[in-house]
């Protein structure tokens, strides 16, 4: 069975507080993502990665950074949280050479007082 | 980039009516066109896909369209159920950016 596990599914900060959003698949997929879904806007893609320690901006990076130390795992971080990235965080895998499903986690919805 | 444009962005039918729901693409090279349903509270999940050398694709009661020349694609659910209430992403396939570009997004809601 197909699994994207995200490390929380509800979390409030405060602004300018350093934010780790973590995402784990078990696939052995080489690509994930990172989405920001938002009413009306639908899924917009922040980040995505190939490989380990290879990392591509999406159409809408700023704010945000990533790591991937490991193949498994895709973190999302956002280095100074701010109010208008309250939202909800969508992590996503899938195999490489395009046309192939993505799996999605559960998401995480992120409050930013 | 590739862009995707989704319509109508809420939706509403009675019971056993059909729903279409309607997406374009700007990219001409985008050759593999998913759709994905998601329920509330849940993650979205892959219902339907097309790749571009098809111009029909039918599951049961879901069927997707694809109209290369025109640059849209259309999703159509035929004899609806409550359950089939969700929002539906459709997205595109860009090959040179390697990523799946989302539409907006429909909210359909099937009144029994």
């Known amino acids: 069975d197909v699994k994207v596990t995200q490390s929380s599914r509800y979390l409030v900060k405060r602004t300018g507080e350093k934010v780790f959003l973590e995402c784990v698949q078990d696939m052995d997929h080489e690509n994930m993502f990172w989405y920001r879904q938002d009413p009306g806007l639908g899924l917009r893609l922040i980040y995505f990665s190939y490989d380990v320690k290879m990392k591509e901006k999406g159409d809408i990076p700023e704010g945000y950074s990533v790591s991937r130390e490991k193949k498994e795992r895709f973190s999302l971080i956002l280095e100074s949280a701010s109010t208008n990235q309250t939202s909800m965080y969508l992590c996503?895998?899938?195999?490489?050479?395009?046309?192939?499903?993505?799996?999605f986690g559960p998401g995480t919805r992120l409050l930013v007082l | 980039g590739e862009n995707v444009e989704q319509h109508p962005s809420t939706l509403s039918v009675q019971e056993g009516d059909s729903a279409v729901i309607k997406c374009t693409y700007s990219d001409s090279a985008s050759n593999y066109f998913p759709w994905y349903k998601q329920e509330l509270g849940k993650r979205p999940q892959l219902i339907i896909d097309?790749?571009?050398?098809?111009g029909e694709k039918k599951d049961q009661r879901i069927a997707v369209t694809l109209n290369k020349t025109a640059k849209h694609f259309s999703l159509h659910i035929t004899e609806t159920q409550p359950e089939d209430s969700a929002v539906y992403f459709c997205?595109?396939?860009?090959?040179?950016?390697?990523?799946?570009?989302f539409g907006g997004g429909t909210r359909l809601m099937v009144k029994p």
């Open positions: 996503a895998s899938d195999s490489p050479g395009g046309g192939e499903t993505q799996y």
């Open positions: 997205a595109a396939y860009y090959n040179a950016g390697n990523m799946l570009t």
């Open positions: 097309i790749r571009s050398n098809v």
